[in-house]
């Protein structure tokens, strides 16, 4: 199992936690993406003991103050958050300096700096999410959701999984018919797949696909959902896994450059292999059929070529997991 779980990791890396770099350079776009559009808060760094004051407002407030308490709570979380990518984007330029030569002992100490007022801006996010989430007087708020979804994001990021999935599951169970659940849902697969407990992972990818979610989310689901079919190898997982890795396949392709693109390239590389090693030659016509026409044909072609070249004397056709 460890190395499926391996070449999972390799094959999805976005489901493991990713280096510095790429971190940075993925916070570096989320946030230029944010500037653009005049959404970057450019608040300065709040004071000491600002998130408690924050946390104390909702008990403060009478009934009819609870929405402006929610709002005020949710617009301090985000300011601190586009605080974090901000500095993200000044990290990544340090990255990039550095990787082209031109970083010294100023940039060095420049980092440390930006790196300390990061992990400052992240406790602070995740403090004035906690104080909008746990308050009792705010848990018909509508931004409640949302804020519970980037609290476990937060807490993921500061590297404490146990407290994320507990709030992921917060998620799930307080606000079921929420657009955020499915990503709740999904996230709880990708903590449980990157842990191991696979039929853990199968089942929050199932709860993820229930919900009415996107075709992006989906795909990623569905992704999710075949590596861990993989992993487990029981009877029938094999199958399943195909069958996931069809579904994404049927969805149709995804927008060129966007994650689900990659996802679109491994899905059809992957179930192609997968079914010269496992599938059932008599019925491929009948399961291609399913990923759509032109995709299916295209790919029923491609492992009537494979049985072809295993047919020829000498040739080797080497398939993996």
């Not at 609870?66 to 709002?71: G, H, N, Q, R, V």
């Not at 420049?110 to 996010?125: C, K």
């Not at 407290?163 to 449980?192: D, T």
């Not at 491994?266 to 030659?281: F, K, M, Q, S, W």
Request: glycine share 8%; proline share 3%; aromatic share 4%.
């Amino acid at each position: 199992m460890s190395r499926v779980l391996e070449s999972a990791a390799r094959a999805a890396g976005r489901f493991t936690e990713p280096r510095r770099a790429a971190a940075r350079r993925l916070a570096a776009l989320a946030a230029l993406a944010l500037a653009s559009a005049g959404c970057i808060a450019r608040a300065a760094p709040a004071r000491a003991g600002h998130g408690d004051a924050a946390a104390a407002a909702p008990a403060r407030a009478g009934h009819g103050d609870t929405a402006a308490a929610a709002e005020r709570l949710f617009r301090e979380a985000e300011s601190q958050a586009s605080r974090r990518r901000a500095i993200g984007v000044q990290l990544f330029v340090l990255d990039e300096a550095a990787e082209a030569g031109a970083a010294g002992e100023r940039a060095e100490a420049r980092r440390a700096a930006l790196e300390a007022e990061a992990a400052r801006a992240l406790s602070r996010t995740v403090a004035a999410y906690a104080a909008l989430v746990d308050a009792p007087a705010l848990r018909a708020a509508e931004q409640r959701p949302s804020a519970l979804l980037k609290l476990a994001q937060a807490l993921q990021d500061s590297g404490d999984l146990r407290g994320a999935e507990a709030r992921l599951r917060q998620l799930a169970l307080e606000h079921p018919a929420s657009r955020e659940a499915p990503e709740a849902h999904l996230a709880l697969a990708n903590l449980a797949f990157a842990a191991g407990r696979l039929d853990e992972a199968v089942s929050a990818c199932d709860a993820a696909l229930r919900g009415a979610a996107g075709a992006a989310l989906r795909k990623r689901a569905l992704y999710v959902k075949s590596w861990s079919l993989r992993g487990l190898g029981r009877g029938g997982a094999v199958e399943e896994a195909m069958e996931a890795l069809r579904a994404i396949v049927q969805l149709g392709p995804a927008r060129a450059g966007s994650p689900e693109a990659t996802i679109d390239e491994a899905a059809e590389r992957e179930l192609v292999e997968l079914y010269a090693a496992h599938g059932d030659p008599a019925r491929a016509r009948a399961f291609f059929a399913g990923a759509g026409e032109r995709a299916g044909a295209r790919l029923l072609g491609e492992v009537e070529a494979r049985a072809a070249r295993r047919r020829r004397p000498g040739t080797l056709d080497r398939t993996t997991l």
